[in-house]
Every structure is written in C-alpha cells, then in structure tokens.
C-alpha cells in the first residue's frame, strides 16, 4: 500500500518538472492561490554554505517579510549568529532541509551538476537528505518538511527517493538572483516579473554579493504593488507553467 501511495505522489508530482531529457532537471512550482488573481508569493532563501547575509535578513525584518530559508548542515554549523537572528524571528522565518553537504540530488558515480558531484548512489543521497533534517531539528526543535537539493535540479530516481522519506520537494519559478551572482539591477528586475503565486528562489550566504540591495529593491516595489508573501508551510502548491 505504502509502495503505491509513493508512485501516485511521484506521478503527480513529474509535471512539476521541466523536459530536459536524461539531464538532471528543475522543479517549477507556483503556490495554489484561493483565487488566480490573489497578490501572494513565496520568498526562498538557500543557506548553501559560506556566510550570512545579514544586511538581507534585516532588511525582511524591518519590512515583515517573511521567508522559508533552505540551510545545509554545513552552514548551520558555520553560521551560528545567523541561525539565532533567524530563530528569534520565528513568526517570519521557517527553517527547511537543503541537505547535509549541499550535494546535487542525483544519482550515479561520475554525476555532477555545475561542476559538483552528486550522490554515487540512494544510500548516499538518504544520508545527505538525513543528516540535513537532523540538523535543523537540533536548532529548531521542528522536522522540516520540505526539502530542496543543492543547485535545485533533480533526476527522477532522487526524487522519488526523496519523497519515499516523507519529504515535499521545494521548486520555484523565479530565479531571482542566479546563485548570488547577478547585479543588483538585474535581480531587481527579474523581481518585478513576478506575477501571483511565483515562487522565488534566492540566496541568503553570499553578503559580498548584490543580492541583498536587488532584493530589496525588488521587494519594496512588489509591497508597493499589494503583493504579500508567505513560507511555503503555509500554501500548496502546484505544477507551474512551462
């Protein structure tokens, strides 16, 4: 029974995945909005490795913003004052799995994805998603729910694997600032294409880069525009279009 109710998931789920043949893929989802035109969106934050982004998470504070930060174990470990800044702002931040080491969810010896190598096999990748959960249960005190691999790209098997161990796979449709290496004028203005229900995906552990004034910019003039924005904890979402 178990069996079936994760191949019903994992064929409901496949939409949600850009066509790319046999490469690795993205996952493009939208929130479902109580009505098409609702002026909602979800700010995704990745916490790969590195630093923390201070001026960016001041900067939601202050304007109430909430996020759903995506933290490997590596940059919990790393970033302590970042995890407690985050923590003590719990009505705005949620705190989800991105892995242990920030390694591609996919499968295979010799696979990589941006020059990173993925998982040489499933035990591999269990662990990686494992061990990311364990971490932020210890700083949080809650089991995160979502889960979204380093570089956001995919293979099928990994996905299925993943949602065999109970987990919602995290996509967007939006990539507003590239892996923190767009300028902040260009982060802005991918910014201001966002329409209801977009997922945005940015990045959190890069504070010499631009994203954090982009951010703002962009932000500020989506508030401007009425929209409002939650974690993902809080919508559903479903297949974006492509």
């Known amino acids: 029974m178990r069996r079936t109710v994760i191949l019903l998931v994992f064929a409901l789920l496949?939409?949600?995945?850009?066509?790319?043949?046999?490469?690795?893929?993205?996952?493009?989802?939208l929130l479902a909005l109580p009505q098409p035109e609702t002026k909602i969106a979800a700010l995704t934050l990745d916490a790969c490795g590195g630093g923390y982004d201070a001026r960016l998470i001041?900067?939601?504070?202050?304007?109430?913003?909430p996020a759903t930060v995506f933290a490997t174990r590596k940059w919990i470990e790393r970033n302590a004052n970042g995890v407690t800044n985050l923590r003590s702002h719990p009505e705005l931040f949620?705190?989800?799995?991105?892995?242990?080491?920030?390694?591609?969810?996919?499968?295979?010896?010799?696979?990589?994805?941006?020059?990173?190598?993925?998982?040489?096999?499933?035990?591999?990748?269990?662990?990686?998603?494992?061990?990311?959960?364990?971490?932020?249960?210890?700083?949080?005190?809650?089991?995160?729910?979502?889960?979204?691999?380093?570089?956001?790209?995919?293979?099928?098997?990994?996905?299925?694997?993943?949602?065999?161990?109970?987990y919602k796979v995290a996509g967007f449709s939006i990539n507003a600032d590239a892996g923190a290496t767009l300028t902040r004028e260009t982060i802005a203005a991918r910014l201001n294409a966002v329409r209801p229900g977009d997922i945005i995906i940015a990045h959190m552990n890069k504070p010499g880069s631009d994203?954090?004034?982009?951010?703002?910019?962009?932000?500020?003039?989506?508030?401007?525009?009425?929209?409002?924005?939650?974690?993902?904890?809080?919508?559903?979402?479903?297949?974006?279009?492509?």
Do not use: C
């Open 14 to 29: 496949m939409p949600f995945v850009a066509r790319a043949g046999s490469r690795p893929v993205e996952v493009h989802q």
């Open 58 to 65: 001041r900067f939601l504070v202050a304007e109430r913003i």
């Open 94 to 166: 949620d705190i989800e799995d991105h892995g242990a080491n920030h390694v591609p969810a996919v499968i295979g010896v010799g696979r990589r994805v941006y020059g990173i190598a993925g998982n040489p096999d499933v035990v591999h990748l269990e662990s990686e998603v494992r061990d990311g959960a364990a971490a932020v249960e210890a700083v949080t005190g809650d089991a995160p729910r979502w889960y979204r691999g380093a570089t956001a790209e995919y293979d099928p098997e990994a996905l299925q694997v993943i949602m065999a161990m109970g």
């Open 211 to 242: 994203t954090a004034e982009g951010l703002a910019s962009g932000l500020k003039s989506l508030l401007a525009r009425g929209f409002r924005f939650v974690t993902l904890r809080e919508m559903d979402v479903r297949p974006a279009r492509v």
